[in-house]
Nanobody, 120 residues
Framework: QVQLVESGGGLVQAGGSLRLSCAASGRTVSLYNMGWFRQAPGKQRELVATITTSGGSTNYADSVKGRFTISRNNAKNTVYLQMNSLKPEDTAVYYC?????????????WGQGTQVTVSS
């Protein structure tokens, strides 16, 4: 059974920083592309950032470029999201997603989500 477990969310004032982590556990074989998404109340889930298998390429939503940084540690099966200069509009539940291959073919797995609240 594969699980993605997120941590690092919380309440922060505008202009502050948070670092989210997402670790894959269980009978993983290989992790491929990984990413962070977020969903604010009453809105659709949206992409925040993605990172390729090797970590050599990243992609960001325009709204977070220059403020957020995605990275990964393949030895720890973990992806991170460093969030700086946070704004109230960054308030949302943040989810990580990973392409994982086990003994079964590769498919997408999602974490349970972690709440990020930015106060003005």
């Amino acid at each position: 059974q594969v699980q993605l477990v997120e941590s690092g969310g919380g309440l922060v004032q505008a202009g502050g920083s948070l670092r989210l982590s997402c670790a894959a556990s269980g009978r993983t074989v290989s992790l491929y592309n990984m990413g962070w998404f977020r969903q604010a109340p009453g809105k659709q889930r949206e992409l925040v950032a993605t990172i390729t298998t090797s970590g050599g390429s990243t992609n960001y939503a325009d709204s977070v470029k220059g403020r957020f940084t995605i990275s990964r540690n393949n030895a720890k099966n973990t992806v991170y999201l460093q969030m700086n200069s946070l704004k109230p509009e960054d308030t949302a539940v943040y989810y990580c997603k990973a392409e994982i291959r086990t003994i079964a073919p590769m498919r997408n797995y999602w974490g349970q989500g972690t709440q990020v609240t930015v106060s003005s």
